[in-house]
């Protein structure tokens, strides 16, 4: 079944006989039932387009005849006919903006109230989520992130008067055609756009072009109890295992590795904290980056995916920013933070964020959170109170910058999470322009640090633009090798039987909470739909839904009352939920290294997890011989069938990447340059933790 069966599929869904349960319960808005929620609108801050603005506008949108949006001799090349700034804040559902019924995705357990209004609903409580009944395109489904909030086309519904699928009750809210006005749900306003005509950007999406709704719905706020914040759970049985993996630190002049929290000589209060969010020992990647960190180094980290990458960069910085005190928070109109954070999903940046408050507890450091899909006046109300560490996706990064609420002159620390994802072709020209903006600290006056579980070359290579030359390479284990703790299985299933052998699973694991990655947005509908109508408990996240949807989603995977989450990528990076025993590949995905990262959704932290993939041959075979190498890396078992496809589809000098380079970049890039002999490379298992040996520089 090829995509245009899928729409066929899903155009005319077959409804079984079943139809889930759910309450009519509520005409009330939002779980806290403020339904009027006052949220001030972002205007009232400044959308006026300030000297940046210009900048943003003369400096970037200029090159938008430079290429076809991707990378080559190491330059970022932009070529989207509407410019630069527009195509970067396109990324998350950058193909969706045209559309002419857009289609809003989301679905949600049946078990949640429900309403009617939809031009098609699939049956009750199916496409629960679904925007507009009209929503189906051909656009490309590819998920990128911290796009605006789409406003869709001119019959983009973001609301045809269907159901809220997180279930707070926002039903019976009837849009027009058109989605606009006369909406409100849960901390949610949307009105009117205001046509005012700016520069193109994510805030342009909320506050005017495009004639869009506003997005305003400003997120709840984390728990503020000391109980919520240091809330963890337990490491697993193979935590103890990390200290035999092989390290190699490269670089020149690396510092030593630490083995125990009290060799990092941190503050009393980040020990505190430490204690408290349960960490009495060290994993590989903090054992090594921390000192790195602490010496002042620049730093790319590669390690295999639930490994603890986010307390290996924040504990360093937060030591360093105590020392060197920083300034106390206090309401200034622009802030000046020492440190920003980036990655590329709203759910990973405010985990991040979730993070940087617990280790901070207690100090004077205000770690900041600001993504796309929530109010813009929001996110400025919240830089405004003080920020020390801002966390932020990349669209609205530049938009806060942009209005100046945000100056970059104290910035000492950089960090790029997932730091692959950020520097390809998707957010590679945001991150370029932000560390070329005006007042932004070169790269020999601030600390760039780059942390993920894959690095492909040509993203190696693109990242020494970022980080000074002597920066350090630390590789835990293969770069690019999936998490040993994480059983993979891999089937051949046709697609025509992929739903079957889905719902077969699914009834076999019962209640464990599993996650089922989808190519598409649409399909991740679909599939959920289908799930309910089988009695699977399911919801959706994508980057169709809006962000209160995904954020609902997300809180009742977690919280078990949705044991399955059917997502698309947008979900495949840094997630870090509790108790994930299961991701099934129900589509394998393009490339390898997004594989690695979708079935690091469990496994985590020690924890032993399982990963199904339904390979299809036909859509599937370039990946047969990526997947033998991660599978046999990872001393998992593989399918004779597997290998022969892999050997049919043989490509000579193949080391375990894809068309894109080679994933599997053992090594620092540095040393097919410049030779082993010139870098100082050291390999060893974490637990011997020996002092790199300096020989030859390498630069
Ligand atoms: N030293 C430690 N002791 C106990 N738990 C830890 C330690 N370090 C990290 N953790 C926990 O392990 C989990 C995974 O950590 P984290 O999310 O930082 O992994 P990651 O390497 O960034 O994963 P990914 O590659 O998927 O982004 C988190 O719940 C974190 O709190």
Redesign the pocket.
């Known amino acids: 079944m090829g995509d245009e069966d899928w729409d066929t599929e899903i155009l005319k869904p077959h409804i079984p006989s079943f139809v889930p349960v759910f309450d009519k319960d509520t005409f009330s808005s939002g779980a806290n039932g403020d339904a009027f929620n006052r949220a001030t609108d972002s205007s009232e801050i400044s959308d006026a387009p300030t000297r940046r603005d210009q900048f943003m506008r003369s400096g970037f949108a200029s090159g938008r005849s430079l290429g076809n949006r991707g990378f080559s001799s190491n330059k970022f090349e932009e070529g989207d006919s509407s410019g630069f700034w527009r195509e970067s804040n396109d990324f998350e559902d950058n193909q969706t903006r045209s559309r002419g019924f857009a289609r809003r995705g989301g679905y949600q357990d049946g078990n949640d109230s429900e309403a009617s209004g939809s031009a098609r609903r699939g049956g009750r409580g199916s496409f629960r989520g679904c925007r507009g009944g009209f929503g189906l395109t051909h656009n490309s489904e590819s998920e990128r992130e911290d796009g605006p909030q789409r406003p869709g086309g001119f019959f983009s519904s973001r609301r045809t008067g269907l159901v809220d699928p997180a279930g707070n009750g926002d039903n019976f809210r009837g849009r027009s055609v058109g989605g606009r006005g006369g909406y409100k749900g849960f901390n949610e306003e949307v009105v009117a756009g205001s046509g005012r005509s700016t520069w193109k950007s994510e805030a342009e999406g909320e506050s005017g072009d495009f004639q869009g709704p506003k997005v305003t719905y400003i997120p709840p706020p984390p728990p503020e109890n000391e109980e919520a914040i240091f809330a963890?759970?337990q490491?697993g049985i193979n935590?103890d295992k990390y200290d035999t993996i092989l390290v190699e630190v490269s670089g020149h002049d690396a510092p030593p590795a630490i083995l125990t929290f009290e060799e990092a000589d941190l503050c009393q209060t980040l020990n505190n904290n430490i204690t408290k969010?349960?960490?009495?020992?060290?994993?590989p990647?903090?054992k090594y980056s921390i000192p790195i960190i602490l010496a002042g180094r620049d730093l790319m980290a590669c390690?295999?995916?639930?490994?603890?990458?986010?307390?290996?960069f924040l504990l360093p910085i937060l030591a360093h920013m105590m020392r060197d005190g920083v300034t106390a928070s206090r309401f200034k109109d622009q802030q000046e933070p020492e440190c920003i954070i980036v990655a590329p999903t709203r759910e990973?940046i405010n985990?991040i964020f979730l993070?940087a408050r617990k280790f901070s507890f207690g100090t004077c450091i205000r770690p900041v959170v600001i993504y796309g899909g929530t109010q813009l006046g929001h996110s400025i109300r919240q830089i405004m109170q003080g920020c020390n560490i801002l966390c932020a996706t990349p669209g609205r990064l530049m938009d806060i910058i942009g209005k100046e609420k945000i100056g970059l002159r104290q910035v000492r620390y950089l960090v790029l999470?997932?730091a692959d994802r950020m520097l390809d072709m998707g957010f590679g020209p945001e991150m370029k322009k932000l560390i070329s903006f005006p007042g932004m600290p070169p790269k020999d006056q601030r600390q760039t640090l780059m942390?993920?579980?894959t690095f492909p070359e040509e993203i190696q290579r693109l990242a020494g633009e970022f980080l000074k030359t002597d920066y350090l390479f630390v590789a835990v284990g293969q770069v690019g090798g999936a998490c040993s703790d994480v059983q993979q299985t891999v089937l051949q299933v046709g697609q025509y039987s992929k739903r079957e052998k889905l719902v077969e699973i699914l009834r076999n694991i019962g209640e464990e909470r599993t996650m089922v990655f989808v190519e598409t947005k649409k399909k991740a509908d679909f599939i959920a739909t289908f799930l309910c109508q089988e009695k699977i408990s399911t919801t959706s996240i994508h980057g169709d839904r809006e962000q209160r949807e995904r954020e609902q989603a997300l809180g009742d995977f977690r919280c078990g009352k949705c044991p399955v989450l059917v997502a698309t990528s947008v979900a495949a990076?840094?997630?870090?939920i509790?108790n994930v025993q299961h991701v099934i590949n129900f589509d394998l995905p393009s490339t390898i290294d997004e594989y690695v990262?979708r079935i690091?959704?469990t496994g985590?932290?020690g924890n032993i997890g399982k990963a199904i993939s339904f390979f299809d041959p036909e859509p599937d075979s370039h990946l047969a011989q990526p997947l033998v190498k991660v599978l046999s890396d990872a001393q998992q078992d593989v399918p004779a069938w597997l290998e022969e496809i892999a050997f049919s589809t043989y490509v000579p000098g193949f080391s375990g990447g894809t068309s894109r380079g080679n994933v599997f970049a053992s090594v620092d890039t540095r040393k097919s340059y410049q030779g082993k002999s010139s870098m100082n490379i050291v390999g060893f298992s974490s637990a011997q933790a020996p002092n790199p040996v300096d020989d030859e520089s390498w630069d």
Do not use: I, N, P
């Open positions: 963890h759970y490491t935590f969010a349960g960490y009495t020992k060290l994993t990647v903090q390690a295999q995916t639930g490994s603890g990458k986010t307390a290996a990973l985990q993070e999470d997932e942390f993920s579980a990076r840094g997630l870090d509790e990262h690091g959704r985590r932290c």
